[in-house]
């Protein structure tokens, strides 16, 4: 980053000098010890919280500084002007419009939210709602019997949960699937894997009926009626910052795929805000190399677009688009997470 000295100074303080990386976060706070202040460049977005009214910077293609800057006496602890102008120039917030390397064109586009999709979203979560406390019901009347006989599927209760799924979503959009054929059956195990972008991926995954366990943040098992219907599924719980819930949670879908059970997983670690496919973390990979099972891609296509994240209370118009490629089978975990990438890519235009 350029830095312009101004007039009467020949260079920058050094802590000035080192670049910023917008890697770390797009909102920086540098203290500042001389009352300068950052002017808005082509690149930065700065607030000027040390400028006086009434004087302007000049703008150029950098950060440069202020051509006047505040001046306070230390000394002068008894003037209540100065030390409020001392404290309004301690700091200035920088924003990066690089931070992420985000580019326009690989974003989701951000229309103004109608008002039909706020109530498109009302009546989503009305019929969501009112649809799981019926079905729960079924649920737990049916969960002993799920016990002793079916106790790593559960597909009672998958079957369920694709009922619900299925009457949650049905007034709302409609799912287009390719590739129906290559979905393995239900008594297969297998490693399915997917792209996230909404929080409907969950409900557009459950609409297929095949016998998954996911894995899902651990605070969720507390929410009534879903937390509920989530254990007795046999959901993996995960705790994303702790090392050792991590490889519990890896330990655990061996074993369920050890015993005839399939498990889902969303290599991205979270939900995409721009649309963009990232990198793949290895651990579904890892289970599926070390078991034998096959790997399952699988592309979501629209769900970000129709509930967007961050937005989970509107609903907007729209089509999903499911395309679920043929199994993948490896013994390398590297192998696999590459190829299982690439085609989810492919199917999405993002492969260079």
Known sequence: MDVASPRGI???????????????????????????????????VTSLHAAPRGR???RTSSVEWCKSSIRCDPFKVNDKKSRRLSELARTVT?????????????????PEIKLSSR?????FCLNAA?????????????????????????????????????ISIYPFYRINIEGLENLPSSDT??????????????????????????????????????????????????KRMDPRSQVDCLKRCMELVKKGASVFFFP????????RLGPFKKGAFTVAAKTGVPVVPI???????????????????????????????????????????NKIAESMNLLS
């Not at 020949?10 to 300068?36: A, N, V």
């Not at 991205?268 to 649309?275: I, W």
């Not at 043929?326 to 590459?338: F, H, M, N, Q, R």
């Open 94 to 110: 920088v924003k990066s419009d690089l931070s992420g390397a985000v580019t326009p064109e690989s974003t989701y586009p951000e």
């Open 268 to 275: 991205e670690g979270t939900r995409s805000k721009d649309g």
């Open 189 to 238: 195990a297998a490693v399915y894997v997917s792209n996230h972008q909404s929080f409907l991926d969950i409900y557009t995954l459950l609409s297929l009926g095949q016998s998954y366990k996911f894995i899902s943040k651990t605070g969720i098992f507390v929410i009534p009626v879903i937390g509920w219907a989530m254990s007795m599924m046999g959901v993996v719980p995960l």
């Open 119 to 123: 109530l498109r979203g009302i009546c």
């Open 10 to 44: 020949s260079s920058p303080p050094p802590y000035y000098t080192k670049p910023i990386c917008s890697s770390q976060s797009s909102l920086i706070r540098i203290p500042i010890s001389k009352g300068c202040c950052f002017t808005r460049s082509s690149n930065l």
């Open 56 to 58: 302007e910077t000049k």
């Open 299 to 341: 592309t979501l296509m629209g769900t970000g677009k129709i509930m967007p994240t961050g937005s989970e209370g509107i609903l907007n118009h729209g089509d999903v688009r499911v395309i679920i490629h043929k199994p993948i089978y490896g013994s390398k975990a590297d192998v696999l997470c590459e190829e299982a990438r």
């Open 130 to 166: 009112v649809s799981a406390l019926v079905l729960i019901v079924l649920m737990i009347i049916g969960h002993p019997f799920v016990l002793l006989f079916d106790r790593y599927r559960r597909k009672f209760h998958h079957f369920i949960a694709k009922l619900w799924a299925s």
